[in-house]
Structure formats: C-alpha cells, structure tokens
C-alpha cells in the first residue's frame, strides 16, 4: 500500500510544516518579550560648518558641517535577548529648515554589532573601566570624540536656514528569524544649535 | 521501466487525463491568487524577495528572504531597510535608508549598504536621490537560508526545468486513492 517514497515524501513534508510552525512560534514570542533599553546619552562637541566638497567626482562646493560627539548607552537586554543577530546602531540629526519647513534626518555615523563580539563599542576613548568578563561588557556602548562617518550636507548646500538639530542614536535589532524592530538608544540633552558658518 | 505508468495512463482515458490536467491548473491558480493577494495586501509588487548580493552582511545572507511591506501613506523613515529598483536595473537592491529629506512634494531618500564603505549613489544609474515609486517595500521579516533554492534554481537552470517537469508529470500519473 505504501511505498518507501511516499513515506520519505509524507515525513518530510510534516517535518516541514512543524519546523515552520515552531519558527512562527519563536518570531512571535521573541518579538513580544523583547526587552526595553534605558536611554543613555549622547554629547556632542565642536560642532563646525565650513565649505567643503563631497568625496564624490564632481562635486560641486558647498557647506558642510561635522562634529564630534560621545556616546555612553548600554545595550546588554538586547544582546543578551535570545533571538538577536546583530544590532544596528545608528547616529542621526534630524532638522527643519525654517522657511520652508522641509525636514531632513540624515545618519552621521553607524556600526554594528553581532551577538559573536565580545569587545566594548569603543573608538578613541582609553580610559574605560574593564568589565569582569568579556561577554558581559559586549553591548556598552562607549563612543568618545569620535567624528562623523558620513559628510553631512543639506540639498539647498547651505545651512544658513536651520537653527537646530536632533540627535538620536537608534538602533536596529536583526533576529536570527522573524520580525525585525528598532528604537531608540540614546538622545542628546535638547536640541543642538547649528552655528553659523567659518569664513576662511 | 515506465511500464506500469503508460499502462496505468492508458486505463485512465482522455477523460482521466484532461480532469488531471485540470487539478494541475487549479493547483497553479491557488497559488498565484494567492501571491497576488499578498501583493495586494502588502501594496507591495514582491512582498517576498530573496536576497541576491552580501551587501548587507552580517545581517542579510545571500539566499535568506525577506518580507516586505509597503503602506501607501506612510513615509520611509531613516534607518529602514528597503528594497529598491533603479529603472534600467534588472535586480532590485537590498539597503538601508541614510538620508531622508521630506518637502512637501517629494520624498528624496540615500540608501546604503551596511557592508559597503560608501552611499549607493553609483548605483543610481545616473539619478541623485531615490524616490517613493523605485521603493518595493520595506523589511519587516526575514526567515535565513530558505531561499537558496531559488538562487540555486537561476544559477542551474536544468534543475528548474527538471523540477518543474517531474512535478507535472507526478500530477498527471497520480491516482486519487
């Protein structure tokens, strides 16, 4: 009556469908137990526009502004949370210009971090306190007088219109399977004032 | 060899046979209304896509899915991953949203690739910003590996064939029990 093919084809198609369902089960359940994060903060220093290019053939001369700025967050809940991949942190200001109130958000700097690192977030700063063991400390984020990583530029290219900008650092959570969230993982004190631009 | 199968075709008859063929067809619009009604659900035109280059690793492998969707009044926010098609391209691309600028006409949008070192505009085919209508949809799900099926079935394209026809042959021979 039965054959050994469909045996192996009645097997596998129930191994399939189970697999799947647990695979649901465990997007859904990791989606609602994720954990929250404190806000931590960002500081950000020297914050200059000056007339600058793009790193792009071509480009024509425009202002530019860059920064530099620290970061101090703790995203261990996320990490240590089952069905995380990667973390996605990711600095950006957010603006209105004042006439025309178009707004803008770009990113100035981002990185990632994969469940598999074991080091700090750490860029310049050397005086950071050790933690006990290497696994614990892998989702501290401590960013110190770090500059921007992308050239932040307005499309009119100018920033004379703009009196302040938002900066947030957000991360983005990738799981092993499922759904894929965000939120936001530090914010700076108030809104930062763009100053005017350095005439050379 | 087929013996037994040609016997078995044979006592079916042309009436066996075209009722066959039917439930092959059947078969083949459920599952076609059923893509296009995600489609329609999502407002995506491929909520599932496979993705195709390692440009956003360690996140995205080439072979894993995505899901997408693509609410109509909701504009792309920064740090959302999108897939996109450039006009002139022929494979839509997988990155994250870098730069939003919102006036109130037109979304203009910078995408990059987690794993690349600069933007995508050279990628761009000669357009500056990305717009809402290059935009497939954004990322909201992701399931690993299961499509490196399909990756294998474009780069072997015999193996595409060779499945397609047993599949239809087993349709057309098999008794309903």
Same mark, same amino acid.
């Given at each position: 009556?039965?054959?050994?093919?469909?045996?192996?084809?009645?097997?596998?198609?129930?191994?399939?469908?189970?697999?799947?369902?647990?695979?649901?089960?465990?997007?859904?359940?990791?989606?609602?137990?994720?954990?929250?994060?404190?806000?931590?903060?960002?500081?950000?220093?020297?914050?200059?526009?000056?007339? @600058?290019?793009?790193?792009?053939?071509?480009?024509?001369?425009?202002?530019?502004?860059?920064?530099?700025?620290? *970061?101090?967050?703790?995203?261990?809940?996320?990490?240590?949370?089952?069905?995380?991949?990667?973390?996605?942190?990711?600095?950006?200001?957010?603006?209105?210009?004042?006439?025309?109130?178009?707004?803008?958000?770009?990113?100035?700097?981002?990185?990632?971090?994969?469940?598999?690192?074991?080091?700090?977030?750490?860029?310049? @700063?050397?005086?950071?306190?050790?933690?006990?063991? @290497?696994?614990?400390?892998?989702?501290?984020?401590?960013?110190?007088?770090?500059?921007?990583?992308?050239?932040?530029?307005?499309?009119? @290219?100018?920033?004379?219109?703009?009196?302040?900008?938002?900066?947030?650092?957000?991360?983005?959570?990738?799981?092993?399977?499922?759904?894929?969230?965000?939120?936001?993982?530090?914010?700076?004190?108030?809104?930062?004032?763009?100053?005017?631009? *350095?005439?050379? | 060899?087929?013996?037994?199968?040609?016997?078995?075709?044979?006592?079916?008859?042309?009436?066996?046979?075209?009722?066959?063929?039917?439930?092959?067809?059947?078969?083949?619009?459920?599952?076609?209304?059923?893509?296009?009604?995600?489609?329609?659900?999502?407002?995506?035109?491929?909520?599932?896509?496979?993705?195709?280059?390692?440009?956003?690793?360690?996140?995205?492998?080439?072979?894993?899915?995505?899901?997408?969707?693509?609410?109509?009044?909701?504009?792309? +926010?920064?740090?959302?991953?999108?897939?996109?098609?450039?006009?002139?391209?022929?494979?839509?691309?997988?990155?994250?949203?870098?730069?939003?600028?919102?006036?109130?006409?037109?979304?203009?949008?910078?995408?990059?690739?987690?794993?690349?070192?600069?933007?995508?505009?050279?990628?761009?085919?000669?357009?500056?910003?990305? +717009?809402?209508?290059?935009?497939?949809?954004?990322?909201?799900?992701?399931?690993?590996?299961?499509?490196?099926?399909?990756?294998?079935?474009?780069?072997?394209?015999?193996?595409?064939?060779?499945?397609?026809?047993?599949?239809?042959?087993?349709?057309?021979?098999?008794? +309903?029990?």
């Amino acid at each position: 009556m039965y054959s050994t093919l469909q045996r192996l084809n009645h097997i596998s198609s129930l191994a399939t469908t189970y697999v799947m369902i647990l695979l649901g089960f465990i997007s859904i359940a990791s989606f609602l137990s994720l954990p929250s994060v404190d806000v931590g903060n960002v500081e950000v220093k020297d914050l200059i526009i000056q007339k @600058g290019r793009l790193r792009r053939w071509g480009a024509r001369q425009e202002e530019l502004a860059s920064l530099k700025f620290d *970061i101090r967050t703790d995203l261990n809940p996320l990490l240590n949370s089952y069905n995380t991949k990667q973390l996605f942190v990711y600095l950006t200001a957010s603006y209105e210009e004042q006439s025309t109130g178009n707004s803008h958000e770009v990113v100035l700097w981002d990185r990632i971090i994969e469940r598999a690192d074991l080091k700090d977030i750490r860029a310049v @700063g050397n005086k950071v306190p050790k933690t006990k063991s @290497g696994r614990k400390g892998r989702g501290n984020v401590r960013v110190e007088e770090v500059k921007n990583k992308y050239q932040w530029r307005n499309p009119s @290219g100018t920033f004379k219109d703009i009196e302040y900008a938002n900066m947030t650092l957000h991360y983005s959570l990738m799981p092993y399977v499922g759904v894929l969230s965000s939120g936001v993982a530090a914010t700076a004190n108030g809104p930062v004032t763009i100053p005017p631009l *350095i005439k050379r | 060899m087929f013996s037994n199968e040609i016997a078995r075709l044979k006592t079916l008859g042309v009436q066996g046979l075209l009722f066959q063929a039917l439930n092959l067809l059947t078969v083949i619009s459920s599952g076609l209304m059923m893509w296009k009604g995600l489609c329609l659900f999502t407002n995506s035109e491929s909520p599932i896509v496979v993705v195709l280059s390692g440009s956003m690793e360690p996140a995205f492998y080439r072979g894993d899915i995505l899901f997408l969707t693509n609410p109509a009044d909701v504009p792309y +926010e920064i740090g959302d991953i999108t897939v996109y098609k450039i006009p002139g391209a022929d494979i839509p691309i997988v990155h994250r949203v870098i730069e939003s600028h919102i006036s109130n006409t037109t979304q203009l949008l910078l995408t990059k690739g987690d794993n690349n070192p600069g933007d995508d505009i050279t990628l761009y085919n000669g357009i500056e910003w990305i +717009e809402r209508k290059h935009i497939i949809g954004k990322v909201r799900g992701f399931l690993p590996y299961v499509g490196y099926v399909t990756i294998a079935m474009n780069d072997f394209p015999q193996l595409k064939y060779a499945l397609l026809g047993c599949v239809g042959l087993v349709m057309l021979i098999q008794q +309903e029990t």
